[in-house]
């Protein structure tokens, strides 16, 4: 299974962009990269995934390498509740399972 | 709206007692996961399911199981809970394997 590394934590000042790198440099070619959430102690969030192209959503933006071998999650204007969690997940396959790291904390200050 | 929901979200229990702890979607979707989370271990995957009659063993199994006799449910059972099992759970479910999967808010089990 490929693995993810990210920075432990990051701080961001609020209403500027927040900038979360991962490294999956194991990735095979049909695997995609999903990112999720956790906020204190909820369940963890969708926020959202690609395979090799850039995408975009109401939450945030997934960057991908050409070579797929790390990725940019990008929050626009990060905002006090933003501060959380943030997991990156190479998705098993085909099987579906998504296998958590530690992930990166973000907290965003005022 | 669809939703999945866990209960119950908070349980205390016994060791070597027997423990289920549920888990229900109203999205249809086949594809359904239990986690446990505890500090400095992140979420491990306990044991999935990809339809009714369908289950299979995660990275923790050892001391739980599931079965899935409807879509909607996929009920954890503890068969004779450990101290060690004290944890959070979240159950997940998806609709197909590289879509997006949906966590319910968690179960809180002491084992004492």
């Known amino acids: 299974d490929a693995k993810t590394t990210q920075p432990p934590s990051m701080d961001c000042a609020e209403g500027r962009a927040a900038n979360l790198p991962c490294n999956h440099s194991t990735i095979s070619g049909n695997e995609y990269v999903y990112w999720y959430r956790q906020i204190h102690s909820q369940g963890p969030q969708y926020i959202i995934h690609?395979?090799?192209n850039n995408e975009t959503n109401e939450m945030a933006s997934l960057i991908i390498t050409e070579d797929r071998k790390s990725s940019t999650l990008i929050l626009p204007h990060a905002t006090l509740r933003d501060t959380a969690v943030y997991y990156c997940i190479v998705r098993v396959g085909n099987t579906g399972k998504l296998i958590f790291g530690q992930g990166t904390t973000l907290q965003v200050k005022p | 709206d669809a939703e999945i929901t866990q209960s119950p979200r908070h349980k205390i229990t016994e060791t070597g007692r027997q423990v289920t702890l549920a888990c229900h979607q109203t999205?249809?979707?086949?594809?359904m996961f239990w986690y446990r989370q505890d500090l400095g271990h992140g979420l491990r995957l306990i044991h999935y399911s990809y339809g009714v009659h369908d289950t299979n063993k995660g990275e923790v199994s050892d001391g739980y199981s599931v079965s899935r006799s409807n879509t909607e449910d996929l009920p954890l059972t503890l068969e004779s809970a450990a101290s060690s099992q004290t944890s959070v759970y979240f159950c997940?479910?998806?609709?197909?394997?590289?879509?997006?999967?949906?966590f319910g808010q968690g179960t809180r089990l002491t084992v004492v």
């Open positions: 999205w249809n979707h086949n594809n």
């Open positions: 690609g395979l090799k």
């Open positions: 997940a479910s998806s609709a197909q394997p590289n879509t997006e999967a949906f």
